[in-house]
């Protein structure tokens, strides 16, 4: 296993939570950032949060902070997403990649292995 692979996503109403999950081969995660990525139908793949490997800092898009919380378990090699006060808006494709990077940053540039996503609906 190279890629990482996603799972926990479904269909939620407004305001529910969900919690995805990414495991990863050591080969990829260790010592790498990891991030989270979603796109909705029609529109860019976008950036949600990333976590850095050493001090595990986080950095979110703005629409989602103080609602979605990035972790990571090392011994695992597994990153989570936490999703609570969930919104339609939220509603997408949700994608974890490993960083060719140490350090988290927000630019899909910097992310080189692709999970193959996990759908995510929230309902109004």
């Known amino acids: 296993q190279v890629q990482p692979v996603e799972s926990g996503g479904g269909l939620v109403q407004a305001g529910g939570s969900l919690r995805l999950s990414c495991a990863a081969s050591?080969?990829?995660?260790?010592?790498?950032?990891m991030g989270w990525f979603r796109q909705a139908p029609g529109q860019e793949r976008e950036f949600v949060a990333a976590?850095?490997?050493?001090?595990?800092?986080?950095y979110y898009r703005d629409s989602v902070k103080g609602r979605f919380t990035i972790s990571r378990d090392n011994a695992k090699n597994t990153v989570y997403l936490q999703m609570n006060s969930l919104k339609p808006e939220d509603t997408a494709v949700y994608y974890c990649?490993?960083?060719?990077?140490?350090?988290?940053?927000?630019?899909?540039?910097?992310?080189?292995?692709w999970g193959q996503g996990t759908q995510v609906t929230v309902s109004s």
């Open positions: 990649a490993a960083s060719r990077l140490t350090r988290a940053t927000m630019s899909r540039a910097d992310f080189g292995s």
């Open positions: 050591g080969r990829i995660f260790t010592r790498y950032a």
């Open positions: 976590i850095s490997w050493g001090d595990q800092s986080t």
